[in-house]
């Protein structure tokens, strides 16, 4: 019930204005960064560089398989492009904010988990809250409270972002007439998305009652990365143009991928044969196939082959690789309640969105 009443009072917020979403999630950030650095000054005085070795105990395997699982973390940064139409200058503004906030939480993300595995051995760590554990098991008291209370107010503000961005992303997709057109209508006294700002806090209140953390952190991770390399993927389906033609939209530099993809490719298969020959078998039994490592293998030489033949941009390639390669790390569970939400959303789509789009009809330039 707690959560469904912050679910609740957060759908109340984004209802009823951006600038007011603004300032609570601005509020939250300053609390938990400021406990973050808190943690961090004090946690340093108790590491013990020790349980840093060995400093990849799973090897770079496991680290990538945690990135997948814990890629939820990125979200939202990408979220904050759905902001676009309610930015001054969005097409400043809304990269900068994104690299900045992305490279200082990356470093926050790095110091903080240095201090956290080198005041405990990683192996006690394996808990639903690792960052008040840390302190348990060093008799610092007095931080548990401090530490639960950050824990609460930034899963708050990460889900405050999700509810400013869905509603905004579904008012586009009608836009487009891949939904109904009442998902666009916007609230004649707040001027928000109000029916489609409603239907996600049901989307995400319903699901509280018979869901546990971890099924709902799978199933963001890897509907996080599959839809980074939609994005990847669609950037360089888009054909190239001038700046002139592009001034007043996104652009991303263009770095011809013609030769300097396929030759990293070839070295890099090269060093994998000779090195990483274990890399096509599961970790813990060599005698199974690990099929997606396998697919991306494929997908990785398909790419390639065709930034040779077509000259893609360099940047979507790589973060289409990067996403491709992360999705190896995920369970097969995960797998499975993605392929049913990708089967609903097709399902939308084919029955409705196909025919109702923009593009209906139009013929292909």
Not at 27 to 56: C, Q, R
Not at 276 to 285: G, L, R
Not at 328 to 356: E, S
Request: aromatic share 14%; charged share 15%.
């Amino acid at each position: 019930m707690p959560a469904v009443a912050i679910n609740t009072i957060l759908t109340a917020f984004v209802f009823v204005g951006t600038s007011e979403s603004r300032n609570l999630s601005n509020t939250m950030v300053i609390i938990k960064l400021s406990i973050i650095v808190l943690v961090i000054l004090v946690g340093v005085f108790h590491v013990d560089i020790e349980n840093w070795k060995p400093f990849m105990p799973n090897g770079f395997g496991g680290v990538m398989s945690g990135v997948s699982a814990v890629f939820y973390a990125y979200i939202g940064f990408d979220a904050v492009s759905t902001l676009a139409e309610e930015s001054r200058n969005p097409e400043k503004d809304l990269p900068r904010s994104m690299i900045y906030s992305l490279v200082i939480c990356t470093v926050v993300y790095i110091v903080l988990a240095l201090v956290m595995t080198g005041m405990n051995s990683y192996k006690l760590l394996g808990v639903t809250d690792p960052l008040a554990e840390i302190f348990k098991l060093k008799g610092i008291r007095w931080m548990l409270f401090i530490v639960s209370l950050a824990a609460v107010i930034a899963m708050t503000s990460v889900l405050l972002v999700y509810q400013m961005g869905q509603p905004r992303i579904w008012m586009s997709m009608s836009r487009d007439g891949l939904l109904p057109k009442k998902f666009s209508e916007i609230h004649p006294r707040f001027k928000t998305p109000g029916f489609a700002t409603i239907i996600t806090g049901l989307v995400v209140g319903i699901p509280i009652f018979f869901t546990d953390e971890n099924i709902v952190l799978d199933f963001t991770s890897i509907g996080t990365l599959f839809a980074f390399c939609l994005v990847c993927g669609g950037i360089l389906m888009l054909p190239r143009r001038s700046e002139k033609e592009t001034k007043g939209r996104f652009r991303i530099p263009y770095i011809n991928a013609k030769y300097i993809v396929p030759a990293i490719t070839a070295a890099s298969f090269v060093i994998i044969a000779i090195f990483f020959p274990d890399s096509v078998y599961e970790h813990t039994d060599k005698s199974k196939l690990h099929f997606p490592m396998i697919i991306f293998y494929i997908v990785w030489a398909v790419i390639a082959f065709l930034c040779y033949l077509r000259s893609f941009s360099l940047i979507p390639v790589i973060g289409l690789l990067s996403c491709c390669y992360l999705l190896t790390g995920m369970r097969w569970t995960n797998w499975a309640m993605f392929g049913v939400w990708l089967v609903v959303g097709l399902t939308i789509y084919f029955l409705y969105g196909r025919r109702n789009s923009k593009l209906a009809g139009q013929e292909n330039p």
